[in-house]
């Protein structure tokens, strides 16, 4: 039997513990980033979300305002910039409550060649892909802690796993999320903030679609996979609202792994 393919927000789990808590969401004005606004929203919780595409961000908050849910407060961040980060931070905490849940979401994918990188490149590969993972955790932390715990997702790769060649800064930055992953584990897990690393593997996103998906990429699909099914955007959602709700209380210092069974 296929499965549905949509973004289906009412044949799925609720989560009780979801409704009402404050969520805060990076790069989420498209791709998997808007599906978790999205799914976050339908249970009820209180979300808000940057993104650096503004136009985007604004019609999201305002279509799901006119699906009955109540509308996210987006931001306009350029997420390379930590204090504009921080003050986005601040105005979720300011509007929604003490943040309880932190997806560290944002990255970009695009590819490059080991030849063709510079120092510049580099350093704002790292500054789109990790550092802004890092310094969201840290201004979360505080909230979390008044709170008595929460739940920080970092947002990984397989890229990491199967060692992907045309993007090694992205893949490098990738691979140090796990490590910052279990490391804020270990020191959060005292003030029962629990921080996991999801891995998704490749999500058929438009960006994808347009970009990168053709007849090989097809084949290749076919041939890693353990399911035939495409991997959708609402596939990662929904392992995140799971590692944000009390159902994982227990769970953290994990790679919580949806790619169809590619690795």
């Given at each position: 039997?296929?499965?549905?393919?949509?973004?289906?927000?009412?044949?799925?789990?609720?989560?009780?513990?979801?409704?009402?808590?404050?969520?805060?969401?990076?790069?989420?004005?498209?791709?998997?980033?808007?599906?978790l606004v999205r799914h976050f929203c339908a249970q009820g919780s209180r979300v808000a979300f940057v993104d650096i595409a503004e136009e985007s961000g604004r019609e999201l908050?305002?279509?799901?305002?006119?699906?009955?849910?109540?509308?996210?407060?987006?931001?306009?961040?350029?997420?390379?910039?930590?204090?504009?980060?921080?003050?986005?931070?601040?105005?979720?905490?300011?509007?929604?409550?003490?943040?309880?849940?932190?997806?560290?979401?944002?990255?970009?994918?695009?590819?490059?060649?080991?030849?063709?990188?510079?120092?510049?490149?580099?350093?704002?590969?790292?500054?789109?892909n990790l550092r802004h993972q890092f310094f969201a955790a840290q201004a979360a932390r505080p909230f979390m802690k008044v709170l008595g715990g929460g739940s920080i997702i970092?947002?990984?790769?397989?890229?990491?796993?199967?060692?992907?060649?045309?993007?090694?800064?992205?893949?490098?930055?990738?691979?140090?999320?796990?490590?910052?992953?279990?490391?804020?584990?270990?020191?959060?897990?005292?003030?029962?903030?629990?921080?996991?690393?999801?891995?998704?593997?490749?999500?058929?996103?438009?960006?994808?679609?347009?970009?990168?998906?053709?007849?090989?990429?097809?084949?290749?699909?076919?041939?890693?996979?353990?399911?035939?099914?495409?991997?959708?955007?609402?596939?990662?959602?929904?392992?995140?609202?799971?590692?944000?709700?009390?159902?994982?209380?227990?769970?953290?210092?994990?790679?919580?792994?949806?790619?169809?069974?590619?690795?």
């Amino acid at each position: 039997m296929s499965r549905d393919a949509s973004d289906n927000l009412v044949t799925y789990a609720s989560y009780p513990s979801l409704r009402g808590r404050s969520v805060f969401i990076t790069g989420g004005a498209s791709g998997i980033g808007e599906s978790l606004v999205r799914h976050f929203c339908a249970q009820g919780s209180r979300v808000a979300f940057v993104d650096i595409a503004e136009e985007s961000g604004r019609e999201l908050a305002a279509a799901i305002d006119a699906d009955g849910h109540a509308a996210p407060l987006f931001i306009p961040c350029d997420l390379r910039d930590i204090e504009a980060l921080k003050h986005a931070i601040a105005e979720g905490v300011a509007q929604n409550g003490p943040l309880q849940v932190l997806c560290n979401n944002a990255g970009n994918d695009d590819r490059h060649q080991t030849e063709d990188v510079t120092v510049a490149y580099w350093d704002d590969r790292m500054a789109v892909n990790l550092r802004h993972q890092f310094f969201a955790a840290q201004a979360a932390r505080p909230f979390m802690k008044v709170l008595g715990g929460g739940s920080i997702i970092n947002f990984g790769s397989i890229t990491w796993m199967v060692g992907d060649p045309d993007c090694p800064a992205y893949v490098t930055a990738k691979a140090a999320i796990w490590g910052m992953t279990r490391a804020l584990a270990r020191e959060f897990g005292p003030e029962r903030i629990r921080v996991n690393c999801m891995v998704p593997g490749w999500v058929m996103t438009e960006r994808q679609m347009s970009l990168w998906l053709n007849e090989a990429g097809e084949r290749q699909i076919a041939e890693r996979q353990c399911l035939p099914d495409r991997l959708q955007p609402s596939d990662i959602a929904r392992m995140a609202l799971f590692l944000a709700a009390d159902d994982s209380a227990m769970c953290t210092s994990q790679q919580f792994i949806v790619d169809g069974g590619w690795v």
